[in-house]
């Protein structure tokens, strides 16, 4: 007689948004990387965040938002509209930023291989400090975009999505398109480094914006 093994269905966490948790039935893929990829102005950063505002208002579960595009006192006075104090967040240790943006009055030159090593050090003292379960890294294009070597992004990119996950936290990793039917992501190879991948819309038909997400690659559920 054949023993069967029985292994425990993958958790989801709630994202606080309603109907994406009730397509996705019950939300992100605990302990995974999730890539959302989208055009401009299709709702990436608010919906990173609100990934994590829901996890601390209504499961206590602590977050960390790396941004490598907007300013973090930028965030905060853009997320006060949504009713999320992210000020208070981190006064209460609950949440914090690990701002990688770029300071405007320097000029970034690329020269020979780029690690980013220093900065997942950030991200995993930021994840220990907070005892964090959930990550938004908004976003992959803004670190990437001025090195022309595909072979080190995607190298890079891997080692972002294998430290996420050595860390132990549930990851979101947001990436550009430039097109709302076109490639994935811009690079071409974001899509291959996630255990997850999903698609925003802003489509404009007849005058009309019209929002969708796809799920495009939801592994092993």
């Known amino acids: 007689m054949m023993e069967q093994a029985t292994k425990s269905p993958i958790q989801k966490l709630p994202t606080g948004i309603g109907s994406f948790d009730v397509i996705s039935k019950g939300g992100l893929p605990r302990n995974r990387t999730t890539l959302l990829s989208g055009t401009a102005g299709s709702g990436k950063t608010i919906f990173a965040m609100q990934f994590l505002a829901a996890g601390i208002r209504d499961a206590d579960e602590h977050g960390v938002f790396v941004t490598f595009e907007e300013s973090a006192a930028d965030i905060r006075t853009n997320m006060r509209s949504f009713g999320w104090d992210l000020e208070r967040w981190e006064r209460e240790g609950k949440f914090t930023f690990v701002d990688a943006s770029p300071d405007p009055g320097v000029e970034v030159v690329e020269s020979g291989a780029f690690d980013l090593g220093a900065l997942l050090a950030r991200v995993e003292h930021a994840v220990r400090r ?61 899509e291959f480094i996630a255990d997850n991948v999903m698609v925003l819309r802003n489509v404009l038909e007849n005058e009309n914006r019209r929002r969708t997400i796809e799920i495009l690659k939801f592994r092993g559920t």
């Not at 072979?151 to 890079?156: I, P």
């Not at 990851?171 to 398109?177: D, G, H, K, N, V």
Request: charged share 25%.
């Open 130 to 190: 907070v005892g964090a379960t959930r990550v938004s890294v908004d976003s992959l294009g803004a670190v990437f975009s001025q090195f022309s070597d595909q072979s080190v992004v995607r190298r890079e990119l891997f080692r972002i999505a294998s430290a996420l996950k050595g860390i132990g936290v549930t990851a979101l990793l947001t990436a550009e398109r430039t097109d709302d039917y076109g490639p994935v992501a811009r690079f071409g190879v974001e």
